[in-house]
Every structure is written in C-alpha cells, then in structure tokens.
C-alpha cells in the first residue's frame, strides 16, 4: 500500500471516528429521538445498514467456501482474509443492530430467554454459531503460524501463544504434512456445514421481509434470491478491494488473483443487476400491481439519484468498466471494489424504506398528526453518525488484525 493511499485512510478513519464518537455519546446520553424514523417508518438506515453489513459477511463467508470445501485454488490465498472480513461485518452488523433497538442493556435475553416461535431469535442463535465457526476455522488456519511466532519470540510472542491454545506444530516433515492434511479435513467439514448456515441466515432475512403480506413491496419471492447475490457481489467486492489494497507488487500471483475474483464479482453483478431488471421491469411495463407507484418513486421520484447516480452509475457501470479495462491494476480493482461494496447500501436502503413510505390504511397519514407520525423519512446527521462509527470500528478492527495476526495469505496446505 503506497503512502498516499495510507494516508488517505488515516484521514478517512479519523473523520469517521470523531463524528462517530460524537453520535454514540448522543445514543447512550440522548437516546433515539434524534433519528428521523418513527411509528410509520419504524426501519431506517440502521436497519438497512444492518442488512448490508450481514451480506458482506455472508459473501466474504462464501467466498472463503469456494476456497476450503470446493478447493478453487485460484482464490486460495483469500481463505484467511475472507474469513476475517466475515467475522468483522458480522460483528459491524450486530453492533449497528443493537444500537437501534429500545432497550439495548437487555439484548443478551435473546440467548437466555429466547422464544423460538420469533424469526429474530432463530437468527441470532444462527448468528452466534455462525461466529464460532469462523474462529474454528481461522484458528484451524492459522494455528501452526500462530505456533512458530510464539516458538519464534518478540513483540507479537505472547499473544500468538494465547490465540495458538498451546498448540504447537510438529517438527518432523511427515508429522507436519500430516498434521496440514487433518486441517484440510477439519476445514472442509467446517465450510461445509457454514455453506448452509451463511445461507439460511441471509437469505432467512429475504425471507423475513418476503413473509410481511401486508406489504406488497416487500412480499416476492425472489427475496431471498437477492439477499444470497447481493451478499456475494458486496462481500466479493470487498474482499477484491482488501486484496488490492494489501497485496504487494512483488507477489507474482497478485496480478493473477485480481484478475480471476474481478471476473468473479463482474458476473455477480451482471446476474444481480438481471434479476433486479426483472423484478421492475414487468410491473412497469404493464403498469399494474401493487407496488408500480413505489417503483416510479424509486427510479424517478424525489431520490432518483440514489437508484440512477449511487447504485447503478457508481456502483455498477464505472466499476465494470475499471474492472474490465484494468483488471490486473491493483488501483483499478482497488476502486471498483470498493465502489460496489460501499455503494451497495443504496440498494439496501432501496429495499428496506420504500416499502414503509405507503400508507397501509386510506388517509391513515392524516387521522393523526404527530412528527413521529409521518410517511417521510431521510436519515439525520445523527443516524449517519452511527455508521461512520460502526465503519471506523470496522477498519480499527481490520488493520490490528493484519498487524497481529498472519493474514497475508493462506497455507498451501490447507486448500
């Protein structure tokens, strides 16, 4: 990473921190009241955030399974890095979450009380053995360099040995290839069973929002289908950026990698741009259904911008042209990467707000008259507060990892 480049994320990071530092001191002193959801629009940016934040994780989580279960040994080196994006997006999304709930002190009940009858409880409860299978497997991965920086000494010696659990690798050759052979298996069987647990989870939460019949906007089928690819575009697209940004020019493989994960992300988003064409362009067409009003106030209402400007020039056509005219530039992969994955919140808050903006009763908007009782909402300063501090936390966390653990690539071995 050049020092500009560096640079640059120090003054991004420390922007992010000081407004976030300022929004949460406003969340525990003041509460919610500043946020501009209310009783008609109870889901906003954070719960958008929310969703976004659970499908780079799902995504960098499935990425990591095409490496460890399918053994795709082109992206082999990503293994440990989509891991640990997984884990981090996994905890940016639960924090976000627990920041908008009322009482936010008693949210541990939904592990010591649960009621299984509630959609929300099964997915924590998924959520947290979702967690532990990551650290299974990157503890699996890393284990044996985990080992030898203890065995080695220095700065980084004592924590090494606390993550490694006292494990140490076996000196003799054939003792240790035996040793990376039991990880590969462990580590298959650990993707494995995680493939159908980052599905369920994500696409369990299409399915929450596709089983509200009382909104229409909401209730289709493909859902679920969308959550699964735009997990897989946002949290591929991550991970292409992470990538570029880390990689060392001198790696002769890096160029190689870039090059086939751009592919990758390319034909996601091709196919997540088809199926979101499909399901507008029938009901616009033919100008009937329940929710061609909100399509029209999608693409051409008051944040037309946010569908035609963010999600699909900044977000789609300008990455796929940096991605298919330099696909092996670490700054082209860099860029389009990161504009996919950070633009992609449009398109959760596209599906999270229009779907409350439409009263469910004739007239409701008028029968009372109250500020939190409005059919309007555009998050507060407040609200974007909160996720800059959820995204400083998030690149806080990122780099004390790079730096303390062996997450530059992945052991041979164990693909």
Request: net charge positive.
């Amino acid at each position: 990473m050049s020092k500009n480049v560096k640079t640059a994320l120090w003054i991004v990071w420390l922007a992010f921190a000081a407004a976030g530092v300022y929004g949460l001191y406003l969340r525990f002193f003041v509460g919610r009241e500043l946020s501009n959801y209310g009783s008609y629009v109870p889901w906003g940016l954070w719960v958008s955030a929310y969703i976004y934040f659970i499908g780079l994780s799902a995504g960098a989580f499935l990425i990591s399974s095409l490496i460890y279960v399918f053994g795709l040994r082109s992206l082999a080196r990503l293994g440990r890095l989509a891991l640990f994006t997984a884990a981090i997006t996994l905890v940016m999304a639960l924090a976000i979450i627990w920041l908008d709930i009322g009482h936010m002190w008693r949210a541990y009940e939904i592990l010591t009380r649960p009621n299984f009858h509630s959609m929300m409880a099964w997915m924590v409860w998924l959520y947290s053995a979702y967690f532990l299978l990551i650290l299974a497997e990157l503890w699996f991965e890393m284990r044996c360099d985990l080992a030898q920086r203890a065995h080695a000494g220095g700065p980084g010696a004592r924590l090494s040995r606390i993550l490694s659990l006292g494990w140490r690798c076996p000196e003799d050759a054939a003792a240790l290839a035996a040793c990376h052979r039991r990880s590969r298996r462990v580590l298959r069987v650990l993707g494995a069973c995680g493939v159908p647990l980052a599905i369920a989870f994500h696409g369990g939460v299409g399915a929450l929002f596709a089983t509200l019949a009382s909104r229409p906007y909401w209730h289709h089928a493909l859902f679920p289908i969308l959550f699964l690819t735009g997990a897989l575009v946002s949290g591929g697209a991550l991970l292409l950026a992470l990538l570029a940004l880390t990689g060392d020019d001198r790696d002769p493989e890096l160029a190689t990698t870039l090059r086939f994960l751009g592919r990758v992300v390319l034909g996601l988003l091709a196919f997540d741009l088809i199926l979101e064409w499909s399901e507008t362009s029938i009901p616009m067409w033919y100008g009937v259904g329940p929710d061609v009003d909100l399509y029209r106030e999608i693409l051409f209402g008051q944040f037309w911008y946010v569908f035609w400007i963010v999600h699909l020039l900044l977000g789609s056509v300008l990455p796929m042209a940096l991605l298919l005219w330099k696909p092996t530039a670490r700054w082209s992969a860099a860029t389009g990467g990161l504009l996919i994955a950070v633009t992609f919140l449009a398109v959760r808050l596209n599906l999270v707000i229009p779907g409350q903006v439409t009263p469910a009763l004739k007239n409701l908007e008028h029968a009372y008259v109250d500020h939190r009782l409005v059919f309007h909402y555009v998050p507060s300063f407040f609200e974007w507060s909160m996720i800059a501090f959820i995204v400083s936390l998030g690149m806080a966390a990122f780099l004390i990892g790079w730096r303390l653990l062996p997450l530059s690539s992945s052991s041979p071995e164990t693909v």
